[in-house]
Nanobody
């Protein structure tokens, strides 16, 4: 079993910054991809950014330049640095990890509980 604990959400004014964290723990042999998704009211969950174990990143076009994903492999933690926030960034942010539990075993997909980010205009 793998647990994900998210932190760092909150209320911020437009132009402000927040840093989200998501720490994975439990039965982990290795973590492949770590990522952040978000879901705004009335909308479907969408990709924000992903990062591989080697550090390769992928971003949604709408967040390029003001959201930055990073990870600390030693801590099994993924971060999302959010700068120059806009009201349209308001959403519940979910972390997602793809985990290998045993060497040579299958990969499993886990989701965090979500953290609210609200950007006021």
């Amino acid at each position: 079993q793998v647990q994900l604990v998210e932190s760092g959400g909150g209320l911020v004014q437009a132009g402000g910054s927040l840093r989200l964290s998501c720490a994975a723990s439990g039965s982990i042999f290795s973590i492949n991809v770590m990522g952040w998704y978000r879901q705004a009211p009335g909308k479907q969950r969408e990709l924000v950014a992903t990062i591989t174990s080697g550090g390769s990143t992928n971003y949604a076009g709408s967040v390029k330049g003001h959201l930055t994903i990073s990870r600390d492999n030693a801590k099994n933690t993924v971060y999302l640095q959010m700068n120059s926030l806009k009201p349209e960034d308001t959403a519940v942010y979910y972390c997602n990890v793809v985990v290998v539990v045993v060497d040579g075993g299958p990969m499993y997909n886990y989701w965090g509980q979500g953290t609210q980010v609200t950007v006021s205009s």
